[in-house]
C-alpha cells in the first residue's frame, strides 16, 4: 500500500504541491492526469526522493517516513521499495540490455551474477527483448529501449512502479509496444501509479483517475465517472481540451 | 660539418635502453599515483566536500601556477631543509612526488569535467534503484566519465613520460640523464641525444596506438 499525507512541495516561494492525500492499494493501477505544470512529475519524483518533498508522510509498504526528517537510510529505503520508469527512459548507457536490468540485483540486492543474469534474461523474455540481450542502448529503438527502462522497475521487485510519462518520447510508432507492455503489467495486478496523456489507456487500464490542478487533487473516481461524469467543472474543461485533440 | 658517427649511436642503443625501464618507472608509478589523486580531487569537488574542497582548489592552483622544476627542486633541496626527517628523499622519491602531484592537479581538472558532463538521467536512474552515491559513482558515472576523459588523460602521460626527463637534475640517471653522462665523455652531443629523442619517440608512439585500442573498446557502447 502507497499513501501520501499532506505532500508538500515548493521551490522557494512557488508552492508546486499543496498538501497531496493520496492512497493507492495494493495491485491497484492509478493515473494522474492534469494540466502541464501542475505538479504531476513532480509528484512521483517526491514519492521517492528525487525530488526532496517539503513537508509531509509518505507510506511505502510497511516503511513511514516522515519527509522532513527523512534520513538517508529512509530515502534509500523508500527508493529500494518504489521503481522509476522515466520518460525519456536514462538506461545506463554503459551497460548493455542485460546489464541494465540485472544492475539492481547485483548492486542493491547482492545476488550472485549468475544469477541475477538469470532472472534478467526471463525479464527480457517477458518484455519480448530475448534477442537483444547484448545490446547497447544507443543501438535500440526507443521503443525497445523504454520497454528495457520497464524491465528494470520491474527488476526490483518493488511494490509500486512510478511511471512518469513514459510514451511522450516515443516516435508515434513506438507507442503502442510500450503500451501493451504496461497493459500486460496490469493484468498481472503490479501496483502502478502513472502520469500519462494516454487518454485511451487511462480508461481501459486505470482502476482510478486522479486529476490534479494547481498542486491539488481535484477530483478523482473510476474513470468512466471522471471521463463520462466529472463533477467538477475544471476536470470539465480539461477534458474537453484534451479530448479534442486525443483520440480516444 | 662532420659526419654523424653511426657507429658510435649503435653502440649507444643497448646503454641507453638500459636506462629506459626506470624512465618508464617514473612515469608509470607517477601516473598511478597522480590518476588516484586526481579521482579523489575531482570527485571532492564535483561533491563540493566543505574544507577539503577549499584545500583542492588551492592544491590545484598552486601546482598548476608553477613551473614542474620549481616543485621538484622544491621537494628535493627545499623540504629536507624544513624537515630534517625528509632528508632521506632521494631524487627518485622527489620526482615521483614532483610528477605526482603536479600532474593531478592537470588531470584532476579534466576528470571533474568529465564527471559533470555525464548526463543527469544517468543519476537519476541510478538513485531511483536505490543505488548509494558510491555504487552510483563507482558503476555508472566514472565508467562513462573515463570513456570522455581518455584522450585528455593519455595525453597528459605521454607529457609525464617526456617530463621525467627532468629527474636529471635532481641526480638520477634515467634515460635522460644517462644520455648526458655518455655525451659528455664522448662530445658527440648530437649522436646522443638524437638516439635519445628516438627511445623517447618510439615509447610516445607505441602509447598512442594503444590509447586508439583502449577508445575503440570503450567507445563499443555508444556506436549504433
Known sequence: MIKLTGLRKQYGETVVLDGIDLTVEKGEIVVIIGPSGTGKSTLLRCVNFLEQPTAGELTVGDLTVDVERASKQDVLQLRRHTAFVFQNYALFANKTALENIAERLIVVDRWPKAKAHARAREILERIGLADKADAYPASLSGGQQQRVGIGRAMATGAEVILFDEPTSSLDPEWVDEVLGLMKQLAAEHQTMILVTHEMAFARDVADRVVFIEGGRIVEQGPPSDIFYHPQDPRTRDFLQKILATHQV | ?224
Request: aromatic fraction near 12%.
Open chain 2, 1 to 224: 660539418m662532420s659526419t654523424l658517427d653511426v657507429d658510435y649511436m649503435l653502440g649507444l642503443v643497448p646503454v641507453l635502453l638500459g636506462y629506459l625501464p626506470l624512465t618508464l618507472q617514473l612515469a608509470s608509478i607517477g601516473m598511478l599515483l597522480a590518476l588516484i589523486l586526481a579521482c579523489l580531487f575531482a570527485v571532492v569537488r564535483v561533491l563540493k566536500i566543505p574544507v577539503l574542497n577549499q584545500f583542492t582548489i588551492v592544491f590545484i592552483s598552486f601546482f598548476r601556477g608553477t613551473p614542474l622544476l620549481v616543485q621538484l627542486f622544491l621537494f628535493y633541496y627545499g623540504l629536507p631543509q624544513l624537515f630534517s626527517a625528509l632528508t632521506v628523499i632521494d631524487g627518485i622519491t622527489a620526482t615521483i612526488m614532483g610528477l605526482t602531484m603536479h600532474f593531478a592537479a592537470y588531470m584532476a581538472e579534466s576528470i571533474r569535467a568529465a564527471i559533470v558532463g555525464v548526463d543527469r538521467s544517468q543519476t537519476e536512474a541510478a538513485l531511483s534503484i536505490g543505488m548509494t552515491n558510491g555504487q552510483l559513482m563507482r558503476r555508472i558515472i566514472l565508467p562513462q566519465a573515463t570513456r570522455v576523459a581518455l584522450p585528455t588523460l593519455m595525453n597528459y602521460f605521454i607529457d609525464m613520460i617526456k617530463a621525467t626527463s627532468l629527474a636529471f637534475t635532481l641526480g638520477v640517471t634515467e634515460l635522460m640523464g644517462a644520455t648526458q653522462k655518455e655525451a659528455s665523455g664522448s662530445f658527440l652531443y648530437f649522436e646522443a641525444f638524437i638516439v635519445a629523442a628516438v627511445m623517447y619517440w618510439i615509447v610516445v608512439e607505441i602509447l598512442s596506438w594503444l590509447q586508439g585500442n583502449l577508445e575503440t573498446r570503450l567507445n563499443k557502447a555508444y556506436s549504433r
